[in-house]
């Protein structure tokens, strides 16, 4: 019963290094998306992909790349990693038919940019 | 364009009492309408959902929110508060059915005295 899952929980990186988030869901949802939440900012969408083979920008998508690899896999890109960019960052997913559908969450990966 | 307020960032309260968590929108069409909770360390978690069914909606553990379309509020309540539910509580409204039509508050932080 693992829902969303995301790798790795925690990360510690060097300003301008790259790393590669991973998130697998296994609910046959058809959307994904990647939130960053920072505090008393609520969350913010980053990117999202409606369906396997589509992406699209969010509210705050520079400086990350995304790619649905599957029906079941989002992975968000940081090239060119900035202090800016600590946060924690989440991954959901949902079956959005309609306007009545629930987004379920991973359980968040903190990433700290030095 | 739709918008949602969470009115107070923070609120404590004695275990036992009751708990409101204050949130206000603003939409251009009919919306949907979610509570998301969040523990320490953990992902968003749905605890309820509005969508134009019953305007009073019971959600998991006592928790229950009341759509008000005339005061565009849709705050959430508990009877008797339990130190278990001390976490941050999300307010977030939806607009059709696209993906990137969910906006988020920016949290209430649900503090629970002995």
């Known amino acids: 019963n693992a829902g969303v899952t995301q790798t790795p929980k925690f990360q510690v990186l060097k300003t301008g290094q790259s790393m590669t988030l991973q998130c697998a869901q296994d609910?046959?949802?058809?959307?994904m998306y990647w939130y960053r939440q920072d505090p008393g900012m609520g969350l913010r969408l980053i990117y999202y992909?409606?369906?396997?083979?589509?992406?699209d920008k969010g509210e705050v998508p520079n400086g990350y790349n995304v790619s649905r690899l599957n029906k079941r896999e989002f992975s968000l890109r940081l090239e060119s990693a900035a202090p800016s960019q600590t946060s924690v960052y989440f991954c959901a997913s949902g079956s959005l038919a309609g306007y009545a559908g629930e987004l379920f969450f991973g359980e968040g990966s903190r990433l700290t940019v030095l | 364009a739709q918008s949602v307020t969470q009115l107070d960032s923070h609120v404590s309260v004695s275990e036992g009492t009751p708990v409101l968590l204050r949130c206000n929108y603003s939409?251009?069409?009919?919306?949907?309408l979610f509570w998301y909770v969040q523990h320490p360390n953990k992902g968003l978690q749905l605890l309820l959902k509005y969508t134009s069914a019953a305007t009073l909606v019971k959600g998991i553990n006592g928790f229950e929110a009341e759509f008000k379309k005339s005061e565009t509020s849709f705050h959430l309540t508990k009877p008797s508060a339990h130190m278990s539910d001390a976490a941050e509580y999300f307010c977030v409204v939806r607009t059709g059915g696209g993906a990137d039509g969910l906006t988020f508050g920016k949290g209430t932080h649900l503090i629970i005295q002995p």
């Open positions: 939409s251009s069409y009919s919306p949907s």
């Open positions: 992909s409606a369906s396997e083979g589509t992406t």
């Open positions: 609910m046959n949802h058809n959307s």
